[in-house]
T-cell receptor, first 115, second 116 residues
Framework: SAVISQKPSRDICQRGTSLTIQCQVDSQVTMMFWYRQQPGQSLTLIAT?????????ESGFVIDKFPISRPNLTFSTLTVSNMSPEDSSIYLCSVDWDRAYNEQFFGPGTRLTVL | AQSVAQPEDQVNVAEGNPLTVKCTYS??????LFWYVQYPNRGLQFLLKYITGDNLVKGSYGFEAEFNKSQTSFHLKKPSALVSDSALYFCAVRDRRYSSASKIIFGSGTRLSIRP
């Protein structure tokens, strides 16, 4: 399985600021995904990030608010821009483990609190 | 469109008793089905999957799940619950037709509480 790390593990931020979350995978993967898990809720897909192309965003999520970079096959970043308290969530990255019938493996998550 | 339903927000079981966490799904084609577990302040951990073949699949920590195509269900089970099984459990589905190009859709989650 893939080993995925995220930085930071948690942060407390002020309204109106931006935070960039990093996701590092220990092997090359084609597709990386970013999810949001609001308190007590399920996971909602924000966007899919393929290396060398622009991220594909789900309905309700836009690039200006959640810009994503995917500079290589082992790394991606998600920025939460102009934050408000409603952005307080856990943000998780995940990868398709292509050799193993399409289950996704998840990073430990970044717990974001916006004051 | 794909969807997953977990009808129970919470399941309470006494330690040593069998447990079942329910999941039903809807996809246009044949599904890939998954169970994930989330412990407090942790990311999601993969438990088990159904791809094809035997309808009873076994996974980590003694969990198993039964795929029932006629009932479109994929219930998670364990013969004897442990207090350490207390966590949040998510069922998920992916449409087999599109393989890795399709999204994984997660259920709303079921909180499993095992009392000593």
């Amino acid at each position: 399985s893939a080993v995925i790390s995220q930085k930071p593990s948690r942060d407390i931020c002020q309204r109106g600021t931006s935070l960039t979350i990093q996701c590092q995978v220990d092997s090359q993967v084609t597709m990386m995904f970013w999810y949001r898990q609001q308190p007590g809720q399920s996971l909602t897909l924000i966007a899919t990030a393929n290396q060398g192309s622009e991220a594909t965003y789900e309905s309700g999520f836009v690039i200006d608010k959640f810009p994503i970079s995917r500079p290589n096959l082992t790394f991606s970043t998600l920025t939460v821009s102009n934050m408000s308290p409603e952005d307080s969530s856990i943000y998780l990255c995940s990868v398709d483990w292509d050799r193993a019938y399409n289950e996704q493996f998840f990073g430990p998550g970044t717990r974001l609190t916006v004051l | 469109a794909q969807s997953v339903a977990q009808p129970e927000d919470q399941v309470n079981v006494a330690e040593g008793n069998p447990l079942t966490v329910k999941c039903t799904y809807s996809v246009s084609g044949n599904p890939y089905l998954f169970w994930y577990v989330q412990y407090p302040n942790r990311g999601l951990q993969f438990l088990l999957k159904y791809i094809t073949g035997d309808n009873l699949v076994k996974g980590s920590y003694g969990f198993e799940a039964e795929f029932n195509k006629s009932q479109t269900s994929f219930h998670l089970k364990k013969p004897s619950a442990l207090v350490s099984d207390s966590a949040l459990y998510f069922c998920a589905v992916r449409d087999r037709r599109y393989s890795s190009a399709s999204k994984i859709i997660f259920g709303s989650g079921t909180r499993l509480s095992i009392r000593p």
